[in-house]
């Protein structure tokens, strides 16, 4: 489930793709209790998110770069940030 704006539920952050597959919204608050329900939930939300390839992503939890973070657990007030992976050499 997602809420507009509440400070005691994990916010996730939207740059670029996401935050147009977001309509354009900067943050998202999602009531979560780990990365793939805060996957999940922004799925079920804006189905648009599922191109986007979150579960292959690198995710920033409070700062904290993980990868295969599908199960870690999320803090009422996490801070999130989805990661695309770098191209180039």
Do not use: W
Request: charged share 20%; hydrophobic share 45%; proline share 4%.
């Amino acid at each position: 489930m997602l809420s507009v704006a509440n400070s005691t539920v994990p916010r996730v952050h939207l740059l670029g793709d996401l935050k147009r597959r977001c309509g354009g919204r900067k943050t998202v608050d999602v009531e979560a209790e780990t990365v793939s329900q805060v996957i999940a939930a922004l799925e079920a939300r804006f189905p648009d998110v599922r191109q986007a390839g979150l579960g292959h992503m690198s995710v920033a939890i409070d700062g904290e770069i993980m990868t295969n973070a599908d199960y870690v657990t999320v803090a009422p007030e996490a801070e999130i940030h989805f990661l695309p992976a770098l191209s180039g050499g």
